[in-house]
Nanobody, 114 residues
Framework: VQLQASGGGLVQSGGSLRPSCVAS????????MGWYRRAPGKQGELVAS???????NYGASVVGRFTISRDNAKNTVYLQMNNLKPEDTAVYYC?????????WGQGTQVTVSS
């Protein structure tokens, strides 16, 4: 199983990005898909997650600005990021949790300039 994240980039404060993460290979018993981020010098944190049933959970700092969604047929999870702020600058990692394993993508850089 491989997770390929893309869609990061450089954007000005207030702008938007929509990274996506495609999972390839055989994945069974998916419990949730999500995005985490890690900024330089800081601990990693949950950005957003979505369960197989569609329930979502967001980190406090992104509520109202970010929206997570998934396309089960394409094994893809998206993160719509609006009103981006410089403090959103980080490497964003996608994650899939199954009943047996936890998969991680390689990360995509998001940089927000002020």
């Amino acid at each position: 199983v491989q997770l390929q994240a893309s869609g990061g980039g450089l954007v000005q404060s207030g702008g938007s990005l929509r990274p996506s993460c495609v999972a390839s290979g055989s994945i069974f018993s998916v419990i949730a898909m999500g995005w985490y981020r890690r900024a330089p010098g800081k601990q990693g944190e949950l950005v957003a997650s979505i369960t197989s049933g569609g329930s979502t959970n967001y980190g406090a700092s992104v509520v109202g600005r970010f929206t997570i969604s998934r396309d089960n047929a394409k094994n893809t999870v998206y993160l719509q990021m609006n009103n981006l702020k410089p403090e959103d600058t980080a490497v964003y990692y996608c994650n899939i949790v199954t009943s047996t394993l936890n998969y991680w993508g390689q990360g995509t850089q998001v940089t927000v300039s002020s």
